[in-house]
T-cell receptor
Framework: DAGVTQSPTHLIKTRGQQVTLRCSPKSGHDTVSWYQQALGQGPQFIFQYYEEEERQRGNFPDRFSGHQFPNYSSELNVNALLLGDSALYLC?????????????FGPGTRLLVL | GESVGLHLPTLSVQEGDNSIINCAYSNSASDYFIWYKQESGKGPQFIIDIRSNMDKRQGQRVTVLLNKTVKHLSLQIAATQPGDSAVYFCAENIWGDYKLSFGAGTTVTVRA
């Protein structure tokens, strides 16, 4: 049973560029959440996707956007990168019901913005 | 074993001892709690969860205790092993909300 997978594992970008990160949920899961984890801190919720729609968003600017595909996989896009966007980006998958059902995390994508 | 009454960012434990990691959660409306283990360079790994209608739940070598009166959560690890060295996070969720809110994390180091 495949767990949550993410690609790429590492990425280096420069300020102002755009980046796309990808996530495939755990088999049988239909909901994908994205989190940002700065060094030494706990993950911070960016948004959650279900039925190809963003249904909840955390305190992140519009530069952060996402997409969910019919096969439940998801992308996170960040535009106009800032140095402060350097972090580990985590994808978590879960079943839709009930809300707050256990979320299982992938290994993350380490983004470095220079 | 070692116990920590307050949340501390680090915990050093002798191999074979029991360890207790504490977490104070913020929202009295939270009704679902999860403990995650994060090893260096990896994503958080689910350990155990508990809902607010329970006070205690046991897993393999781990026990989670929930005290809703003081909004406190703890994770007990029995017979701590070197592989238990990691950062441990508690996360909370409010019914009807979709996000998990994470605590600051505790770094556990197991001494041989």
């Amino acid at each position: 049973d495949a767990g949550v997978t993410q690609s790429p594992t590492h990425l280096i970008k420069t300020r102002g560029q755009q980046v796309t990160l990808r996530c495939s949920p755990k088999s049988g899961h239909d909901t994908v959440s994205w989190y940002q984890q700065a060094l030494g801190q706990g993950p911070q919720f960016i948004f959650q996707y279900y039925e190809e729609e963003e249904r909840q968003r955390g305190n992140f600017p519009d530069r952060f956007s996402g997409h969910q595909f019919p096969n439940y996989s998801s992308e996170l896009n960040v535009n106009a990168l800032l140095l402060g966007d350097s972090a580990l980006y985590l994808c978590a998958s879960s079943l839709e019901t009930p809300p707050g059902e256990t979320q299982y995390f992938g290994p993350g994508t380490r983004l470095l913005v220079l | 074993g070692e116990s920590v009454g307050l949340h501390l960012p680090t915990l050093s434990v002798q191999e074979g001892d029991n360890s207790i990691i504490n977490c104070a959660y913020s929202n009295s409306a939270s009704d679902y709690f999860i403990w995650y283990k994060q090893e260096s360079g990896k994503g958080p790994q689910f350990i155990i969860d508990i809902r607010s209608n329970m006070d205690k739940r046991q897993g393999q070598r781990v026990t989670v205790l929930l005290n809703k009166t003081v909004k406190h959560l703890s994770l007990q690890i029995a017979a701590t092993q070197p592989g238990d060295s990691a950062v441990y996070f508690c996360a909370e969720n409010i019914w009807g909300d979709y996000k998990l809110s994470f605590g600051a994390g505790t770094t556990v180091t197991v001494r041989a």
